[in-house]
């Protein structure tokens, strides 16, 4: 019996990307937690390459979630979860590398990078957003910002404002964010995640940025990543938005868009 990879990608993949879908989600490449067990895979093993070329054959998105560890670290503190099925490991390795060559493989296929200014190792700080923003121009990433009280992650301060480095890296890349609420759902109910807590984080974030910006993040790009033509997007003037200060209206005063058919 052969395994995925050596049957030819023209006899499974029309199985796995069918018409109606709009992306890959959600790798764990890897995933690691206090609440869950710990999940990792090389990124650039070969599997992984030849889904990124099936995603680029059919125009499909791939949604990741990679903790980003640079060098080889102790484990923090914080990540200690000695009960999961799956502990995390005492020795964080380096995984900087495979998951550069993940992203370089195939520039046809478009990657969401998870839970930007809300994971675990405060590895993804502005500066590093950058600079994978520039190197990649097929990598996006989607917003995370957690209830309760903000760690050094977080793109918001403890008084609940933009920090001025993020608002720089949303406002530069305005095209490569969208929103996420890593919530999970069984027959259709909440099962984690989410709730309205999230859902006002994710306003104090829109609300201090400029109009366009925000519906850009809020919207706009997603129809635009995820293929979805039915979804119309939102064309706004520029606002006046600046970190810490609002401005007139807030994005909650913006028209909902005309629902698809």
């Known amino acids: 019996q052969k395994t ?29 937690g206090p609440r869950h067990p710990y999940e990792s895979a090389p990124a650039d093993h070969p599997l992984l390459l030849l889904l990124l070329d099936i995603a680029a054959q059919h125009g499909l998105p791939i949604d990741v979630h990679f903790d980003l560890i640079p060098t080889d670290v102790p484990l923090p503190e914080h990540l200690v979860n000695p009960g999961a099925d799956h502990p995390n490991p005492g020795l964080l390795r380096s995984n900087q590398a495979p998951f550069e060559r993940f992203l370089a493989h195939n520039r046809a296929t478009k990657i969401v990078w998870a839970h930007v200014g809300g994971e675990p190792m405060n590895t993804r700080t502005p500066e590093v957003v950058r600079r994978f923003l520039n190197d990649n121009p097929n990598l996006y990433m989607s917003i995370r910002v957690p209830s309760g009280t903000p760690h050094p992650a977080w793109m918001l301060d403890p008084k609940l404002n933009l920090k001025p480095s993020w608002f720089a890296v949303l406002t530069e890349f305005a095209d490569r964010f969208i929103l996420g609420s890593d919530t999970f759902y069984q027959d259709g109910s909440n099962v984690r995640g989410g709730g309205d807590e999230m859902k006002l984080n994710f306003h104090r974030i829109l609300s201090q940025l400029p109009a366009d910006v925000a519906t850009k993040i809020a919207h706009n790009n997603v129809v635009d990543i995820y293929r979805a033509p039915s979804v119309s997007k939102i064309e706004l003037p520029a606002g006046g938005g600046r970190p810490g200060g609002g401005r007139q209206g807030g994005f909650g005063a913006q028209r909902r868009p005309p629902q698809g058919k």
């Open 4 to 32: 995925a990879y050596e049957i030819p990608k023209r006899d499974w993949s029309s199985d796995v990307c069918s018409s109606d879908l709009f992306g890959l989600t959600h790798l764990s490449l890897p995933q690691m």
